[in-house]
């Protein structure tokens, strides 16, 4: 025989949770603008 246990997901997220994607989301921006200004460096003569 096959059992299921069904878990509730809470409907309204944690803080923490928005804290985990602001975080995320912040080190993704950083990192971009990191990669673009690499990119703009060019020497100038």
Do not use: H, W
């Not at 602001?22 to 080190?27: D, I, P, R, V, Y």
């Amino acid at each position: 025989t096959m059992t299921f246990t069904v878990t509730q997901v809470p409907t309204i997220p944690e803080p923490e949770t928005y804290a985990m994607l602001l975080a995320g989301l912040g080190l993704m921006g950083a990192m971009a603008k990191r990669r673009s200004d690499k990119q703009n460096l060019e020497p100038v003569l």
